[in-house]
């Protein structure tokens, strides 16, 4: 997909994947990509008191149809969960524009920063800023694995960190947001269907454990006298899969022993639980019943831990008169939920929010192997395009 290919160069991981995240090298040159791209076709480009870039057609103003994503990843992510809602929103003003369409109602394409939250471990960092869901002191004071604060990457970003916060006059410029993102699961493949709308989203968060113990000699501890915080670690990793039930979601993708040696035993483990459920009551219960498992499994280590939410959102329900009007305008494709989190869900809680989804034949997501076809992208900017010129006439 045009657009995409422009990108397959960009935060390449050696791993695998992509590895761009916010305030970045990397995410610095996609911005400028998207400026370039926006310009190119007759759009004014500003950047908000986050770091958000906003694209306009035709003047800025209240009530605005904006629709967008974002442009960062998570470490070794796909090429398509984010990237793709950008590209087929310049791809969809392409559509409109040869169409003869002028929009009556002010319009944008937006770019969030640092939705994953794979630099500074809080997710929808720059649509959280902006509606104020997040404390922009607190924000200040995230720092990356190598210690740099969010503040000091703003800045050497060129983002005033100072102004960092919620930003009322960018909030009342959205009179609708319509996020289009490929598919996170198999949903839309089980339906035979290119292009479907979301309906919610699951309550998620993040929460970092932390234990504490003893570190010492490998080969000159005896096992009885170790205080070893991998061990209950490793035991809260299993007690994760166990707690998992009844459709709720338990993950610890993230483990870092300090010091880290092979041939040390660690004084320090943190861990980083991702919890999901349908409900508040269900995430709130899982994660009791994991930071339970946790304690239980440090004592047994003569080891210590300590529980620290980094990151909440609540479930999701889009906005059902601006759903069901995506659903018409479409002909009447699937309505679907998901599991993961959004921008999109960020501002639901202020202003009508859609999502449209493009199949993802593999299913897999926030991984090399997550993909769209080339006819499924070109439906869904085709889709997005539609959506678009119905709501801004």
């Known amino acids: ?27 610095l040159e996609l911005r400028q990509w998207f400026a370039e791209e926006a310009r190119r076709r007759g759009l004014d480009v500003e950047t908000d008191r986050n770091g958000n870039m906003w694209a306009w057609w035709g003047p800025p103003g209240e009530s605005a149809v904006v629709t967008g994503s974002h442009l960062d990843s998570v470490p070794g992510g796909g090429a398509f969960d ?20 002028t929009p009556v109602k002010p319009f944008a394409v937006v770019v969030f920063v640092e939705e994953e939250g794979g630099r500074f471990g809080s997710g929808c960092l720059g649509s959280r800023l902006l509606t104020g869901a997040l404390d922009a002191d607190a924000a200040r004071r995230l720092t990356d694995p190598d210690g740099v604060s969010l503040a000091e990457a703003a800045r050497a970003a060129g983002v005033d960190p100072t102004r960092l916060g919620r930003d009322g006059d960018a909030l009342r410029r959205i009179g609708v947001f319509v996020e289009l993102h490929v598919e996170q699961g198999r949903g839309l493949v089980d339906l035979g269907a290119p292009v479907g709308v979301a309906s919610s989203i699951l309550a998620h968060g993040r929460w970092r454990f932390r234990f504490t113990g003893e ?91 300590e529980v620290t939410e980094e990151y909440y959102g609540d479930p999701v329900t889009f906005d059902a008169g601006l759903r069901d009007r995506l659903v018409d305008t479409l002909g009447g494709v699937p309505v679907l939920p998901t599991g993961a989190g959004h921008d999109a869900g960020v501002l639901a809680a202020h202003v009508p929010t859609a999502m449209l989804f493009v199949r993802n034949p593999t299913g897999v997501s926030h991984a090399p192997e997550e993909f769209a076809e080339e006819a499924d992208c070109a439906e869904g900017a085709r889709a997005l395009a539609d ?6 006439r």
């Open 1 to 27: 997909m045009t657009g995409l290919a422009d990108l397959a160069g960009v935060g390449v991981d050696r791993r695998g994947g992509f590895t761009r995240h916010g305030f970045s090298g990397v995410d």
């Open 82 to 101: 984010g990237p793709l809602g950008v590209v087929a929103a310049l791809q969809a003003v392409d559509l409109l524009q040869g169409r003869g369409f």
């Open 215 to 305: 570190g010492n000699h490998a080969g000159a501890t005896l096992m009885g006298d170790r205080r070893d915080p991998m061990l209950a670690a490793a035991a809260t990793v299993l007690a994760a899969r166990r707690a998992a039930v009844d459709n709720t979601r338990a993950t610890i993708g993230r483990l870092i022993p300090t010091p880290g040696g092979t041939n040390v035993i660690p004084s320090r483990v943190d861990l980083w639980l991702d919890a999901r459920a349908h409900d508040t009551r269900r995430t709130r219960d899982l994660v009791a019943a994991i930071a339970e498992a946790a304690g239980r499994a440090a004592a047994d280590e003569g080891c210590a831990v």
């Open 387 to 392: 959506v678009l010129a119905e709501l801004a």
